[in-house]
């Protein structure tokens, strides 16, 4: 039995810092045990296989491993894949949301610090919004993320311990959870 994952990497090819070609990314993984090593765009998205009863922490292992090999510190989400597909298929904006570029979804590193969000869903944000998901925050950026409110205030309450992707990407990740 399988497990299918995603590793999110944060903060890494944005401009010319933390530069990880994808190609040494899905090298690294596989050298780890995973298989199926799938990327997507060039901003540190990996699908992979887990074998089924490994103990090991995937997502800190690849982790360690970019600094070690790769000379590069990069916080790594991991999620379930099912957890993906669901973000992607239960998304709870999708009524008002109407550019997947400028819906983001914010994935903690830890999941129990999305509850820290919860506070911001009684402020009032519009033209912007936020929703809470069982793994994932919906932030609806209308104006883009550059001028967003809510997303200088989500990022500050999860103390930057987060990474985010906006729908148009991780519906691509979804797709590629499904391929094998």
Known sequence: MTDRRVALLRGINVGTAKRIAMADLRRLIESL???DVRTLLNSGNAVFT???????????????????RLGVTAQVTLLKGKDVSAAVRDNPLASIAD?????????????????????????PWAP???????????????????KSRLWAAASRSLED?????????????AALIERR
């Open 99 to 123: 550019d997947p570029s400028r819906l983001l979804l914010m994935v903690p590193h830890e999941p129990k610090a999305l509850a820290r969000l919860r506070p911001l869903l009684t402020e």
């Open 33 to 35: 045990g995973y298989a």
């Open 50 to 68: 887990v074998s089924k009863g490994r103990s090991d922490d995937p997502g800190r292992r690849i982790e360690k491993a970019i600094s070690v």
């Open 161 to 173: 311990a987060c990474t985010a992707r906006n729908l148009a990407t991780m519906t691509k990740v």
């Open 128 to 146: 912007e919004a936020l929703a809470l998901g069982s793994r994932v925050a919906y932030l609806w950026c209308a104006e883009g993320i550059v």
